[in-house]
């Protein structure tokens, strides 16, 4: 098994379409459990974490541009990531524990191709395009069509997922990731579900997205369950429209983590609780 | 009469929490556990597994794994010659040998999906891999049964046809899955359920869980050309590891010799072999050490979990809260072999209570699953979470409340066990009593909270120990037990001897010896090895003081009754006190080569009057109604210790059995897939308590002596996993008004029974 | 495939080290370095007991490979004592009887001295929620948790 370690993205585009079975290590909180138990057995691992662009966390553009290899626990730190995007930087340090945060990276989890992934949810619902380099150069893609199901990624051979931009922040909007599992940490989601939404100054929603996790072969953004509370105040109806609009479109499977109808039920409750969540970040932001 | 702490225990350490002297080598790193051994030119060993759960083993064939280089041996069944049927102990279970071989390597049948089937030992982890590879096995895959209901059917695939079911009249002709069937009685149950004004019934069902020790099992196994061997492992108990070592491998007993390496968690389950006759095998096979470590995927595929099991309770009480009939039938997986824990899962079911009629029918059924071990109070806490949860409906049912109707039905001294003995002095009723008194207790709760109290019963073991007391050239003592440490026993122990010996703490340091050190000691298990080790030192500081009375003696030529031991000395009495001075034990360790040779004293012994140690939990939680999520929000564990030799330890055996509890109540669980295969083999889906999941858990010591033991001890590492069970599921039904009677109560079932309870009662949402 | 020539910093020492590509750090450091303070508990990152600190940052080393260790700062649980003297949560450890079998207090000591670096003063929920990702199996955490406050006291006294 070779390891190499590219300076460039072109450099780790050669690499990639070069060998047939090639693994990108960033975090490595999903590759090296994958090798130890044998799932995974690549020829090469190319190491992602020596291109600046995926180690960088900088403002462009009125928003911002986060490297797809910056750990959870480097994104907890930032001093204003925190303040803007609250559902976002919470969603990523609720993957694993203190120590899986300490290498986990937002490129690794949306790569890894689990619609389980925490971060995922919450970036969908941000609005966050993932830039992806690639040996025809670069491009951009919505995060929301990365993920085509499980363990499938719209790359193409070569391509690597560089930073995420995420869009600007109007004021009073906010956004808020809530996921269900059995213990207070350390399980994989059940059911995740990531709610941003801005509001005007009567407090009406004016704009919402809503992206959901664990409930389908792929991470949803759910139009329906946005359309559901835009132009309102989030009132109990409105909560009830929420909640069947996302229940409406979960499909998802009998685990040992969740029953259909268990993980169902649930997507509905968590959207609604995260939904109240932002609306409070969004009023006092 | 107690004789509390004979000829000089002064109580001046046992206690206290004084330090435990493997403790700075247990914080810095330096201790050495089964994994940390190494030896120079060790190979590493390999298990090749069955992926199938029930599969006949037609062929073997290992010539390509052995012609890879690198390979230096390769076993299968043909390595171990077959064992006759015959019944020893192992913990609080009967192991057959016949059993134990075919358990650590397959012979005619895989049983489990990680039946080991061959093994490699190989210059490196990665050529033993490639080699397992290469081994090339025959199956021929049979139908499998994983529930013990499906596996007591008459059309249920038949795991061994020479088992024939053992306790039934006429004996059957048929194999079956049924090992046995035990029961017990007192009384007249029919009679019992005809005066009875109230009865409950219900049906249980529990999943097997795992011990879930942080350590996986690890030995490093050194054979000679001479036939002797050496072997270090993590075990509960290396005297056992070589007694069945040299039954497997056909070596006399004297020619192994055990070391018990600090052992990283057992809680019973590190009380059987896996790897150990395995590694000796390989070693003397290819001539070299052989050190095997398991993955935590094998730990949980091929080491036993604890039995998952159906109960049926049937419980009668008089309107005044009397219970007057207690039956139960228990069916419990023992996983591929028989000896699941049913025969004491029997006999605890009832014993917190002073019943007159009793009935418990048990039933140990083979299944396709890992052989079960022994997990903390084995069989206790299923059959006492029936229990339980029905006397907790009594109390609804009789407005009576839950404490109180405990309390009317306490076993004291001088009930009748239905299991058999009359109990001495028992401490449930100072647990419900200092339960009843606490804050916790008195402290109103919210809507979806529930409070839930539950008591426990395990009888305890005493058993064959030995342990030496050494007086050092300068007076310092050298303590050697013969029980692994797997929680603090070297710091009960110390205390106990430097009361006994009169002496500092420090002054004392205890080891645990290898088997060549000391005559047999039985395992770490069964809340034995503080009650019979301290009762094993207080009878070698008893030789020790006897010993240096003589020498006193014959020093000062004074008869027996002119000198005492008392403080850490010799004393002169009446009129020789005038004459001579004291003499410590430093004084004669000075002499000691002059005045007769070394000062050793023993305690050897085979432990009786083990006193059973009675608990009663309380637990507060909070149910989410919209996902099912349960939070425990307050425990407080009541304990009897008989008496705490050093009381934080005891807490921590309180507080790690009640957690352990909480994981079984609510989110552990072993999950097969229709292929029979386990689908959570690991820490991330086989979901254990972490931090954030568990509040601060009180611990109360309460003491009442043991009369049968010197210093009144009672063992206290199990019941503390007993009474969680039944704790945690009535503070549920307080919570929610729900009986929940399938564990675990995790979310989705704690949900789906919530709205099933509100589609029926046509509440809306 | 030629092994990975790696140097490293490891409790302040410069070591050296070979090791193929597959080879975690936890792999190196047991087998290879032979400090085996740091446990295999499971190599997949959820029980802690391998956790070492990398760069200052706490990380399972079952979750890093060996060769991407290179030029790096690593912390391990024999470094945690200077010389004779242990450090405050080694010793509340002790005095708290906040071990019983022992194999992950390493790791929570490592995890604790990290969360101690970064928040000299947390809560009981906040050390419970830090230090989840340590599993122990033998104390149900009480006396952990008490440890930790004990230590973070005793530091923040100075």
């Known amino acids: ?55 960088r966390v900088t403002e462009e553009k009125g928003g911002w541009r986060v490297g797809a290899a910056v750990t959870g626990a480097e994104l907890k730190e930032h ?142 953004l759910v139009r329906e369950a946005a359309a559901a509370i835009v132009g309102t105040r989030l009132d109990r109806a409105a909560q009830d429209q929420l909640e069947a609009a996302v229940r409406a479109v979960c499909a998802p499977i009998d685990d040992k983590r969740g029953t259909v109808e268990f993980r169902i039920q649930v997507a509905g409750v968590l959207a609604r609780r995260a939904a109240l969540i932002a609306l409070d970040r969004a009023r006092t932001n | ?94 192991m057959n040998y016949k059993d134990v071989v075919r358990n650590v390597m397959a012979r005619e049948k895989a049983l489990y999906e990680g039946h080991a089937v061959a093994a490699v030992a190989a210059t490196s982890a990665a050529i033993a891999k490639r080699a397992l590879k290469l081994i090339d096995v025959t199956y021929e895959v049979l139908p499998h049964v994983i529930d013990v209901v499906e596996a007591m059917r008459p059309d249920a695939p038949v795991l061994h046809d020479d088992l024939f079911t053992a306790g039934v009249e006429p004996k059957p002709d048929q194999p079956s899955n049924v090992a046995k069937r035990v029961e017990i009685a007192l009384g007249d149950i029919d009679a019992g359920f005809a005066k009875a004004d109230v009865i409950v019934e219900h049906e249980f069902k529990t999943a097997p869980v795992h011990q879930g020790y942080i350590e996986p099992h690890a030995a490093l196994a050194s054979a000679s050309e001479d036939g002797s061997a050496e072997l270090w492992c993590c075990t509960q108990g290396h005297f056992i590891v070589r007694a069945h070592c040299a039954r497997l491998l056909g070596l006399d007993i004297a020619k192994i010799r055990v070391t018990a390496s600090e052992i990283g968690g057992g809680f019973g389950g590190k009380t059987v072999v896996y790897l150990e006759p395995l590694a000796l095998a390989l070693s ?223 002054k004392v340091r205890a080891i645990i010896g290898d088997t060549g050190s000391l005559g047999f000691n039985f395992l770490t298990g069964g809340s034995r090895s503080a009650f019979s080790g301290s009762m094993a030192i207080v009878e070698a500081a008893k030789q ?93 564990v009541a304990q009897d210790a008989g008496r705490a030799l050093h009381p934080a330890y005891v807490e921590g055996q309180f507080q790690g059995g009640a957690v352990q509890g909480i994981g079984w109540a609510l989110n552990e669980e072993y999950v097969y897939g229709e292929d029979g295969r386990l689908q959570n083999a690991g820490f991330l889906d086989y979901r254990m308590p972490v931090a954030s999941d568990v509040p601060m858990i009180d611990a109360i010591v309460v003491e009442v002596a043991n009369p049968r033991h010197p210093l009144g001890v009672r063992g206290v590492g199990e019941t503390p996993i007993v009474p969680p069970l039944g704790a945690i599921a009535n503070a549920m039904e307080n919570a929610t008004g729900i009986r929940f009677t399938e564990l675990p109560m995790s979310p989705p079932k704690v949900l789906k029974a919530l709205k099933e309870r509100d589609a029926e009662s046509g509440a809306g949402r | ?48 007991a391998c956790s070492v600190t990398l760069d200052g940052r706490l990380v399972c080393s079952c979750l890093v490979l060996g060769c991407e260790v290179g030029g790096r700062r690593i912390e391990t649980i024999e470094g945690m004592a200077k010389g004779e003297d242990l450090h405050p949560l080694q010793r509340k450890f002790l005095e708290h009887a906040a071990l019983q079998c022992g194999i992950c207090t390493p790791g929570f000591l490592v995890a604790s001295k990290a969360l101690l670096e970064h928040n000299a003063n947390p809560s009981d929920t906040e050390i419970r929620y830090w230090l989840a990702g340590n599993l122990c199996r033998c104390t149900g955490y009480d006396k952990i948790v008490t440890a930790v406050k004990d230590a973070a006291e005793t530091l923040r006294k100075g």
């Not at chain 3, 092994?3 to 090791?19: M, Q, R, S």
Request: hydrophobic share 40%; net charge neutral; proline share 6%.
């Open chain 2, 544 to 636: 020790i003081k006897a010993e240096l009375c003589a020498r006193a003696g014959k020093l000062w030529e004074a008869k027996a009754d002119q000198v005492e031991f008392k403080d850490g000395a010799v004393r002169p009495l009446g009129a020789l006190a005038e004459k001579v001075k004291p003499m410590t034990i430093a004084d004669f360790a000075k002499v000691a080569g002059k005045t007769g040779g070394p000062i050793v004293g023993y305690g050897r012994l085979n432990a009786q009057g083990a006193g059973p140690s009675l608990g009663t939990h309380l637990v507060d939680l909070e149910v989410d109604p919209e996902t099912g999520r349960v939070t425990i929000l307050r425990y407080t």
């Open chain 1, 1 to 55: 098994m070779r390891y190499e370690a590219p300076e460039t993205a072109e450099g780790a585009a050669a690499l990639l379409a070069a060998t047939a079975d090639a693994r990108i290590l960033a975090g490595g909180t999903d590759l090296l459990v994958q090798m130890r138990s044998d799932v995974v057995d690549p020829a090469l691992i190319v190491d992602i974490k020596g291109i600046t662009e995926t180690r």
């Open chain 2, 1 to 94: 009469m107690a004789e509390h702490g004979a000829n000089g225990g002064n109580g001046h350490f046992v206690g206290t929490r004084t330090i435990r002297p493997d403790g700075v080598d247990k914080v810095t790193g330096r201790a050495r556990f089964g994994a940390d051994f190494n030896l120079p030119g060790q190979l590493i060993g390999r298990v090749l597994r069955s992926p199938h759960p029930h599969a006949r083993i037609v062929k073997i064939d290992t010539a390509t794994a052995e012609a890879l280089p690198g390979v230096k041996a390769v076993i299968t069944r043909d390595d171990f010659a077959d064992q006759p049927s015959e019944f020893v102990p192992a913990g609080e279970m009967m």
């Open chain 2, 284 to 506: 003397r096979k290819a001539k070299r050490p052989v050190k095997m470590v398991m993955s935590r995927e094998e730990v949980f595929k091929a080491s036993g979990p604890t039995s998952g099991a159906t109960v049926r309770v049937k419980m009668g009480a008089t309107k005044d809260g009397k219970f007057v009939a207690g039956f139960a039938e228990l069916k419990y997986q023992a996983g591929a072999f028989q000896g699941s824990p049913v025969q004491p899962g029997v006999m605890c079911a009832y014993a917190p209570y002073d019943i007159e009629n009793v009935k418990v029918i048990g039933y140990d059924v083979v299944s396709n699953r890992p052989k079960v071990a022994a997990y903390r109070a084995p069989g206790a806490p299923i059959s006492e979470f029936a229990v339980e949860s029905a006397v907790d409906e009594i109390a609804k049912k009789l407005g009576i409340d839950p404490i109180q109707l405990r309390m009317m039905n306490a076993a004291r001294e001088g009930t009748k066990a239905a299991y058999g003995p009359k109990f001495g002095p028992l401490g449930l009723e100072e647990t419900l009593n200092s339960i009843k008194k606490t804050e916790h207790w008195n402290t109103p709760l919210r809507k979806w909270q529930g409070r839930g109290v539950a008591s426990g019963f395990w009888f305890n073991i005493g058993g064959e120990t030995c342990v030496s007391l050494t007086i050092n050239e300068d007076g310092t003592v050298s303590l050697m037990a013969g029980t692994p440490d797997i929680g603090g026993l070297r710091a009960a122990l110390t205390n106990v001897a430097a009361d006994e010996l009169g002496i500092p703490y420090e």
């Open chain 1, 79 to 220: 001093p204003q990531l925190k303040k803007v995007w609250p559902g976002v930087i919470e969603a990523a340090n609720l993957i694993g524990s203190t120590q899986v945060q300490g290498r986990a990276t937002l490129g690794g989890n949306l790569c890894n191709g689990s619609p389980a992934a925490d971060s995922v949810p919450a970036l969908i619902a941000g609005g966050a395009v993932a830039t992806l380099a690639g040996p025809q150069g670069l491009r951009d893609l919505p995060v929301e069509d990365v993920m085509l199901g499980p363990r499938k990624l719209a790359l193409r051979k070569g391509e690597i997922v560089v930073s995420f931009w995420l869009p600007p922040r109007p004021p009073r909007s906010s956004d808020a990731y809530l996921r269900f599992i059995p213990r207070t940490e350390m399980d994989i989601a059940v059911v995740g579900v990531g709610v941003s939404l801005a509001i005007d100054e009567t407090g009406m929603i004016t704009a919402a997205r809503v992206g959901l996790g664990a409930v389908a072969p792929r991470v949803l």
């Open chain 3, 1 to 48: 495939m030629a092994k990975h020539h790696i140097e490293a910093t490891v409790n302040g020492d410069a070591v050296e080290f070979l090791c193929e590509t597959e080879e975690t750090l936890l792999d190196v450091l047991r087998d290879t370095l032979h400090l085996t303070g740091s446990k295999e508990g499971c190599a997949s990152g959820d029980c802690g």
